[in-house]
Nanobody, 124 residues
């Protein structure tokens, strides 16, 4: 059974940090790229960051460049998103997803499996 489970979300003040984790099971993570996506109320879901199957290639959306860092540990079947200097506009439900294509791409059609999401709220 393929599963992706996000954790690490919560409430944080502007300027604070959170680290999200995506624990995977039921497939061989080595062969899958992983993407982080987010959806805020009233907005379309958007790609945040993606990492290729080997970790050699990484993509970030412009609004998080310099603040967020994606990484993966295939041996632990886990992908991480370190989020620093958080802003209120980062508030959203964050999802991780797995793609059978090995490249780091935010195109949602490439992603076969999705987690349930974890809430991130940035507020004073």
């Amino acid at each position: 059974q393929v599963q992706l489970v996000e954790s690490g979300g919560g409430l944080v003040q502007p300027g604070g940090s959170l680290r999200l984790s995506c624990a995977t099971s039921g497939f061989t993570l080595d062969y899958y790229a992983i993407g982080w996506f987010r959806q805020a109320p009233g907005k379309e879901r958007e790609g945040v960051s993606c990492i290729s199957s080997t970790g050699a290639s990484i993509w970030y959306t412009d609004s998080v460049k310099g603040r967020f860092t994606i990484s993966r540990d295939n041996a632990k079947n886990t992908v991480y998103l370190q989020m620093n200097s958080l802003r209120p506009e980062d508030t959203a439900v964050y999802y991780c997803a797995a793609s059978g294509f090995t490249i780091a791409s935010p195109e949602e059609a490439l992603y076969d499996y999705w987690g349930q999401g974890t809430q991130v709220t940035v507020s004073s």
